[in-house]
């Protein structure tokens, strides 16, 4: 019934910058938080950033002051800005975010976690 996809991954170079953006789609009544995780082969899926629904924005240490996070609410979008990128950013980069969607046939609301598919950011020369 919602259903989240990214795009903006691709090849970098060391230095480089790339700028992710993940879209939610359907039933929408309203988005929560909205966070950025990365996963590389073999290796825990942590949290990159997240960003609360007034705005509020916090960073794992390995990517403060070299990411950015943001949204824009009438697109239901959020963006990862991606600055001064290093070979140890290369990893899948899954977006999620918790929404409250709505049924057309009945005034009940749901609340749930949606994640997106993934897209692939590497950083090599």
């Known amino acids: 019934q919602v259903q989240l996809v990214e795009s903006g991954g691709g090849l970098v170079q060391p230095g480089g910058s790339l700028r992710l953006s993940c879209t939610a789609s359907g039933r929408i009544f309203s988005i929560g938080a909205m966070n950025w995780y990365r996963q590389a082969p073999g290796k825990e899926r942590d949290v990159v950033a997240t960003i609360t629904s007034g705005g509020s924005t916090n960073y794992a240490d390995s990517v403060k002051g070299r990411f ?3 949204r824009d609410n009438a697109k239901n979008t959020v963006y990862l800005q991606m600055n001064s990128l290093k070979p140890e950013d290369t990893a899948a980069y899954y977006c999620n975010a918790d929404v409250t969607y ?3 046939y009945s005034s009940s609301r749901y609340r749930d976690i949606y994640w997106g ?9």
Do not use: D, E, F, L
């Open 102 to 104: 709505y049924s057309g």
């Open 68 to 70: 950015t996070i943001s």
């Open 117 to 125: 598919q993934g897209t692939q950011v590497t950083v090599s020369s």
